[in-house]
């Protein structure tokens, strides 16, 4: 079992059988998990887990704006590891937004690829309070900020609204936030 310096709610401990579930934690299904975001506890002695609060810890809330890095995608969804608030003030513990194909732009679109790729580092809104949290792109200060080519992995430039690899001469589509990092002035 790998441990984890924090967890949040719904993150799994162990397993029923293996230690006693004590306070902040819940069972479901034989698997302990935890209620409350904090330090996991797993005490040996006395054979029980438990979840220690951690005060001042930043979670994410409703209506924060965030940085975060495509982990994840499929056509209609991504997972977002938020990195921070902006590039300057990062977030001391990891969380992970939901970005669904309806939260891009108001117009439909068929597929997350035509405006997020791996990799790609966009700012996002916190929709709700906890976990899943749900983020949304629709916004037009929202977007992609920094993004990689597809081919080979160097940063895209924005020439007029195009983005183009310098190195191999690709080009793609992104929706960009209007503070795109790599823009040719
Ligand atoms: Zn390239």
């Known amino acids: 079992m790998k441990q984890r310096s924090i967890v949040t709610p719904g993150d799994m401990l162990c ?3 293996e230690f006693i579930p004590h306070a902040g934690v819940y069972v479901d299904s034989g698997v302990v998990r935890a ?10 002695v006395n054979r029980r ?8 810890i930043q979670v ?5 704006v965030v940085l975060g890095v495509v982990e994840q995608m499929r056509d209609e969804v991504a997972i977002v590891r938020f990195v921070g608030y902006d590039i300057n003030k990062p977030l001391k513990h990891e969380f992970r937004g ?3 194909i309806s939260q891009v732009a108001e117009t439909r679109i068929q597929s997350l690829y035509e405006v997020i790729r791996l990799s790609d580092v966009i700012r996002v809104k ?9 983020v949304t792109m629709k916004d037009i200060r929202l977007g992609v900020i920094a993004a990689f ?24 589509m992104r ?7 790599f823009t040719l002035k």
């Not at 080519?149 to 793609?172: D, M, Q």
């Not at 929706?175 to 990092?181: E, G, H, R, T, V």
């Open 49 to 56: 887990v438990y979840v220690k609060p951690i005060r001042n």
């Open 15 to 17: 397993i029923e059988e």
């Open 149 to 172: 080519c597809s081919r080979c992995g160097a940063p895209l430039t924005k020439e007029k609204e195009v983005l183009k690899c310098r190195a191999c001469g690709n080009r793609e």
């Open 60 to 64: 994410p809330k409703s209506g924060d």
């Open 98 to 100: 939901v970005l669904h």
């Open 126 to 134: 916190v929709l709700n309070n906890y976990i899943p949290f749900i």
């Open 35 to 44: 209620l409350i975001v904090g330090k996991p506890v797993y005490d040996i």
């Open 175 to 181: 929706k960009l936030a209007p503070d795109y990092l």
